[in-house]
């Protein structure tokens, strides 16, 4: 999943690094919510950067009034995920499994278990984010770089001169996790870090 942000780029890039060591082949997938009036910009831009780099690409865009809120654009999300890998699965025929990699780090891990720490949710729920897990027969879900901060992804970037599409939705302090990010980022990051 390739969302143009600072973790996906860092994700995109270690990997592609990595692919001739380990005969990997990687295809890209965006998704393009609509949220603001750049989105179809940035997915133009974001082929244009894959290609350049030899990087098989595609994305689906999304209806913005039937992803209205975070849930919904998550499912949506993994669910247009999974019909891409399914189509992988079946146009190559293989037997090999597939790995749907996202750029989720430790930042999002703290981030979530105050998420759901104020939700009154149950033990389970604030267990850390799965850095595995398998999503249907062959497809599983990787989280690669949760050992990695989102000061990390942004240092990392910042020194390779890798370019980044910053989605404005990210400010938009009506979303409870972009309040949580901002208003708490350098609290969480400093008093949870011995929960992760």
Known sequence: MFRGGQDSMALLTLINDLKK???WSIS???GDHQWHEKSSLY???????CEDKNISFSFDQANKESISSEEKARE???KKLCERAKNLLNTNQQKNNIYLLTGHTSSDNAETFILNLSRGSNFAGL???????LIENQIFLIRPILIFS???TKQFCNDMKIPVWEDPTNSD??????LV?????SYLRIHLSWLF
């Open 21 to 23: 060591l380990h005969n």
């Open 28 to 30: 890209v997938w965006h």
């Open 43 to 49: 997915a133009l831009e974001l082929k244009d950067y």
């Open 76 to 78: 949506w999300r993994y």
């Open 127 to 133: 267990s850390n984010i799965e850095s595995k897990r």
């Open 150 to 152: 989102r000061e990390d």
């Open 173 to 178: 302090l009506k979303s409870k996790r972009n």
């Open 181 to 185: 990010r901002k208003k708490n980022s």
